[in-house]
T-cell receptor, first 113, second 115 residues
Framework: GQQLNQSPQSMFIQEGEDVSMNCTSSSIFNTWLWYKQEPGEGPVLLIALYKAGELTSNGRLTAQFGITRKDSFLNISASIPSDVGIYFCAGHGLLSGTYKYIFGTGTRLKVLA | DADVTQTPRNRITKTGKRIMLECSQTKGHDRMYWYRQDPGLGLQLIYYSFDVKDINKGEISDGYSVSRQAQAKFSLSLESAIPNQTALYFC??????????????FGQGTRLTVV
């Protein structure tokens, strides 16, 4: 199935460090979304971006909608142990004649205290 | 109570058995989706429904069928389960009528094991 390219696949970081991850696509999207999934739970929406170039924050999280509309970035500042989880990007747009969400493969984050 | 509820949360079934996973929502959203999650592969779309009478295949619909019994209910069936359908299954909803692209909301998932 169609999926977005998300990197890195996984990362171990020290508590207090900043984290960056990104997502790229061959398709243009109208909306970029970032989700977090914790073990045993469904993905939870963190940030939604609606316009090319838009920069949006949610606490220590900041995400950007790429100018080309084909990519997006998520930064987490001063990471803490509860940031551990899998982060997914998703794009929403008109694909093959219908609007749908396409998800990235996820970035697994582990924070070392 | 969760806005998007999936039942069962866990299920072990035998190869060849028919199994149904159920999803109900209280968000009043028009669109509902079924996704499959495999380790390292993210979320893949199985089926989606824009309304009660509108059902569409996703990228990996083979071996699955769905039923949208009401706006709030969307069930996924495996007609004859096989081991490579062992995965985590998620139902999701979105409100396209008033907030297109605003984000899909997920249930807690059903872990299905086919032995």
């Amino acid at each position: 199935g169609q999926q977005l390219n998300q990197s890195p696949q996984s990362m171990f970081i020290q508590e207090g460090e900043d984290v960056s991850m990104n997502c790229t696509s061959s398709s243009i999207f109208n909306t970029w979304l970032w989700y977090k999934q914790e073990p045993g739970e469904g993905p939870v929406l963190l940030i939604a971006l609606y316009k090319a170039g838009e920069l949006t924050s949610n606490g220590r999280l900041t995400a950007q909608f790429g100018i080309t509309r084909k990519d997006s970035f998520l930064n987490i500042s001063a990471s803490i142990p509860s940031d551990v989880g899998i982060y997914f990007c998703a794009g929403h747009g008109l694909l093959s004649g219908t609007y749908k969400y396409i998800f990235g493969t996820g970035t697994r984050l582990k924070v070392l205290a | 109570d969760a806005d998007v509820t999936q039942t069962p949360r866990n299920r072990i079934t035998k190869t060849g058995k028919r199994i149904m996973l159920e999803c109900s929502q209280t968000k009043g959203h028009d669109r509902m989706y079924w996704y499959r999650q495999d380790p390292g592969l993210g979320l893949q779309l199985i089926y989606y429904s824009f309304d009660v009478k509108d059902i569409n295949k996703g990228e990996i619909s083979d071996g699955y069928s769905v039923s949208r019994q009401a706006q709030a209910k969307f069930s996924l069936s495996l007609e004859s389960a096989i081991p490579n359908q062992t995965a985590l299954y998620f139902c999701a909803t979105s409100d396209f009528r008033t907030a297109p692209g605003a984000g899909a909301f997920f249930g807690q998932g059903t872990r299905l094991t086919v032995v």
